[in-house]
């Protein structure tokens, strides 16, 4: 026998599509404004959806006294993202983007005590008063350390201002915040959103609604595809996303912010960064030269050109600085530039053209005349902020900031240029800083966390040995690939992982933050760590021509391939985010950093670097000629 429940809202959600599809239910939809004295007589129960717009639902007078007669007979009302209900009302919405909810009732949920679900960034209304008799399902928590369970205590369970759906009587439950898009809006996990709406449905109606309707994805992973499909998908993603700006000739932009509001609409990061760029041009032209794709090499040079023609102070002290972005006009970060010049010197390596070396030389030489004698550099200099002096006392004191995250690609282009044009200046100083990390290793500062730091070792030990031929050098490549290894998980991704928690971000807010919670957690970062493995494993493997490089290479490819996003939506198709837990399959993770939580995708640092780094394995054997 169908249930007949009427919704109550101003427009269409996925809720209201799923109550729909359930041949169980039979639907009405009501308007909120439009409520008559009788008109609620003939339904089992009620659904108040007021999350279909931004500002919270408020019914008139009228209107109201018919939700509230309906719910005063007995019969089961839901409130969600209401201003008022029952006896109760609540505070202005304020946003949940650094909150996570957790699971207080498992009986109700089906969940598990202390599971912890994530509503993106979604607005929430607070209740004002306490109801002593009302029962939790979701409460909210700020500063949650923990990547899937964090159970709260008895006394956090008390504190009625921080729920979000609970019982406000046996009759009603309220949700405060706006779940009723929680499938375009990607609230993660899948699995426990779907779960839990399904439970709530059924204790509204009653009965088991919703257990036969299926819940459409808004995104798909666990595809096993070949690196040269993913990295096809990935290139595609720049103009399909709306990324890659003018064929690349003013750049591309940063990538998606990590908020994704109630509606499901994703935030851009929308400023030009030369690091995105460069590394966008070096994918393009890896892409040209695996499937001969013209347009690939155009946008390459664009990209290359845009890079050095744009963004290069050409005189004066800070002659041959590359820009950090189109905002931050002043400053440089030193790796980020260096990443920048990566499509440079590759060119150069594989005989493409030499046509920007003269200013990739010059970039370098900045670099250098801001380096220490241990060849080590600050992480960042800001040129607003530094006289002449300053500038000049950084070639004389000490950098003493064996960082990876900071320095590893910058001595890494300092070595494969000193390699290429027989630059000794370029070499000493790639040399001195390589050897300044690894006195420090494995104890090198660290940034996010230990995996980061390994994973970017994995280019510079490269080329160190590369470029000096030492098999000291040799053998330290072969050592950090080996500690790199204790963290990968089975899927093939690398964990994040940190001894001693002695990461500068490790768990913070209020800034940068890393995802990792506890070592041991099935997190992997596809910004700072993940990302830059494929084309460090791949230039291990033509310079020392061990195919155990190129097996750990397929190994981690057959995992990217797996966390590669599969979407009808154009802006995610063919991505990956920041955040991806290994086991659930899904993106997911610590939302505390304040700029790339775990649904931020970065051109640069993640698709870029990834994409160029699948397309040299699948050109291995074209390649490797050129490092004999």
């Keep these: 026998m169908s249930v007949s429940v009427a919704v109550i809202t101003c427009g269409p959600s996925d809720l209201l599509a799923l109550l729909q599809k359930s041949p169980a239910l039979t639907v009405e939809v009501l308007h909120p404004n439009a409520l008559t004295p009788h008109c609620l007589d003939g339904f089992q129960c009620a659904c108040v959806l007021g999350g279909t717009r931004e500002e919270p639902l408020v019914f008139p007078a009228e209107c109201r006294s018919v939700v509230e007669d309906f719910s005063h007979s007995g019969r089961r009302v839901l409130y969600e993202y209401t201003l008022s209900f029952c006896q109760n009302y609540c505070a202005s919405p304020d946003s949940t983007r650094f909150l996570r909810l957790v ?47 964090q159970p709260l205590s008895q006394q956090e369970r008390t504190d009625c201002q921080q729920y979000g759906i609970w019982l406000e009587t046996p009759a009603v439950a309220v949700c405060s915040f706006r779940l009723c898009n929680f499938l375009r809006a990607r609230f993660s996990p899948v699995p426990a959103w779907s779960r839990l709406v399904r439970s709530l449905i059924g204790w509204l109606c009653g009965a088991p609604v919703l257990e036969e309707v299926e819940f459409p994805p808004q995104y798909q992973t666990g595809f096993a595809r070949s690196a040269a499909d993913c990295a096809a998908s990935g290139i595609d993603w720049f103009s399909r996303s709306g990324i890659l700006v003018d064929e690349g000739k003013r750049g591309v932009l940063e990538g998606l912010g990590t908020e994704i509001y109630p509606d499901g609409h994703q935030k851009t990061a929308s400023s030009i960064r030369t690091d995105c760029c460069g590394e966008a041009a070096l994918a393009y032209l890896m892409h040209f030269l695996a499937f001969g794709d013209a347009r690939s090499l155009e946008r390459a040079q664009n990209l290359e050109a845009f890079v050095y023609d744009k963004m290069q102070i050409r005189s004066g002290r800070f002659q041959g600085m590359l820009r950090w972005t189109d905002i931050a006009w002043e400053v440089c970060y030193q790796d980020d530039m260096a990443r920048a010049m990566l ?148 899927s093939g991704a690398y964990l994040e992982w940190d001894d001693d928690y002695s990461a500068a971000c490790s768990k913070q807010e209020n800034g940068e933050c890393s995802l990792l919670a506890r070592n041991g957690d099935p997190v992997c970062d596809l910004l700072y760590s993940n990302n830059w493995v494929p084309l460090g494993l791949m230039q291990a493997y033509f310079v020392t021509e061990d195919a155990y490089f190129y097996d750990l290479f397929c190994r981690h490819a057959a995992f990217l391939s797996t966390a590669q996003i599969h979407s009808q939506d154009p802006r995610i198709d063919g991505a990956w985010a920041r955040g991806f837990d290994a086991e659930q399959m899904e993106v997911c993770g610590l939302p505390n950093d304040v700029g790339w939580g775990p649904w931020a995708v970065e051109s640069g640092w993640t698709v870029a670097e990834i994409c160029a780094g699948l397309l040299q394995g699948v050109l291995k054997d074209k390649l490797k000629e050129f490092y004999k």
């Design 103 to 149: 699971c207080t009732d498992a009986e109700f949920t089906g969940l598990e005590d202390g599971l912890l679900l994530d509503d993106q960034c979604n607005m929430r209304c607070t209740p004002y008063y306490r109801n002593n008799l009302a029962r939790p399902i979701l409460m909210y928590k700020k500063g949650l350390s923990e990547h899937a369970r």
């Design 343 to 490: 499509v440079t010197l590759f060119k150069a390596l594989y005989g493409l053209g030499r046509e920007y070396l003269p200013q990739c030389r010059m970039a370098l030489e900045f670099l250098m005349n801001t380096t220490g004698p241990d060849g080590l550099r600050p992480a960042r200099t800001d040129n607003l902020n530094m006289s002449e002096e300053d500038f000049a006392a950084l070639s004389r004191q000490n950098g003493a900031f064996p960082c990876a995250h900071y320095n590893a690609f910058y001595l890494a282009c300092l070595l494969l240029y000193g390699k290429l044009e027989k630059d000794a200046r370029c070499l000493a100083v790639g040399e001195t800083g390589m050897q300044a990390l690894l006195q420090a290793y494995p104890k090198t500062i660290r940034e996010q966390s230990q995996t980061e730091e390994l994973c970017r070792l994995l280019l510079p030990f490269a080329w160190l040995y590369y470029a000096t031929g030492k098999q000291e050098y040799r053998q330290m490549l072969y050592t950090v690939t080996r500690d790199l290894e204790k963290m990968r998980h089975p």
